[in-house]
């Protein structure tokens, strides 16, 4: 069984364009992350939940929403898609925030042209 | 600003430990360091954690100097399979990564 699950694996769009990655994760945990890696490989968080509330917002245009249903899930809906947005995006979860290991999906290799 | 760094790359021979630095100068005494790496593609995967004390799991062991400003995770017999970017981290209310060591593993 696959522990944190994303999808699509690889999104191909436009510039302008509206787009949402899912991200589920089957191990119980509350707490719930998105990282973007750029090209370069640096990781950089971008939003965490925790029992389905916002924890952690960093500097992320507010193109970009990150939406809850259930503390499970964690969608990120991205408006308006810029060439640098083009990278890819680990969903991860942990047991507690920051402080336990956490499980990263497969990622989202997003490409904007 | 908190400040991660690590080498960009490393060699070591398979069968050989593969010790990988890391500088934490501006971790607090309450954080963490966690080491992950990255295999091509792939997610990055945890392998170890610890405060103050060294530790040993399964998959390695990791050193953290006394004043805490520099770790060392330690791959004891590497193998081919070990070849990828292994991050460095420390925690407070979120981790912040380094920019990863790309290990690659010889025959």
């Known amino acids: 069984d696959t522990a944190v699950s994303q999808t699509p694996k690889y999104l191909v769009t436009q510039m302008g364009n509206d787009k949402s990655i899912k991200c589920e994760q089957n191990l119980g945990h509350d707490t719930m992350y998105w990282y973007k890696q750029d090209s370069k490989k640096f990781l950089k968080i971008m939003f965490s939940y925790n029992n389905k509330e916002l924890i952690i917002n960093e500097t992320v245009p507010n193109r970009f929403s990150p939406k809850s249903p259930d503390k499970a899930h964690l969608n990120l809906h991205i408006n308006s898609l810029e060439l640098g947005d083009s990278a890819v995006y680990f969903c991860?979860?942990?047991?507690?925030?920051?402080?336990?290991?956490?499980?990263f999906g497969p990622g989202t290799r997003l490409t904007v042209t | 600003d908190a400040k991660t760094t690590q080498p960009p790359s490393m060699d070591c021979a398979e069968g050989r430990a593969a010790n990988l630095p890391c500088n934490h100068s501006t971790i607090s005494g309450n954080e963490y360091v966690y080491w992950y790496r990255q295999i091509h593609s792939q997610g990055p995967q945890y392998i170890i954690h610890?405060?103050?004390?060294?530790e040993t799991n399964e998959m390695a062991s990791l050193i953290i100097t006394e004043d805490r400003k520099s770790s060392t995770l330690i791959l004891p017999h590497a193998t081919l399979r070990d070849t990828a970017v292994y991050y460095c981290a420390h925690s407070n209310y979120q981790l912040i990564w380094g920019a990863g060591t790309k290990l690659i593993i010889k025959p």
């Open positions: 991860a979860s942990s047991q507690l925030q920051a402080t336990y290991e956490q499980y």
């Open positions: 610890g405060l103050k004390n060294n």
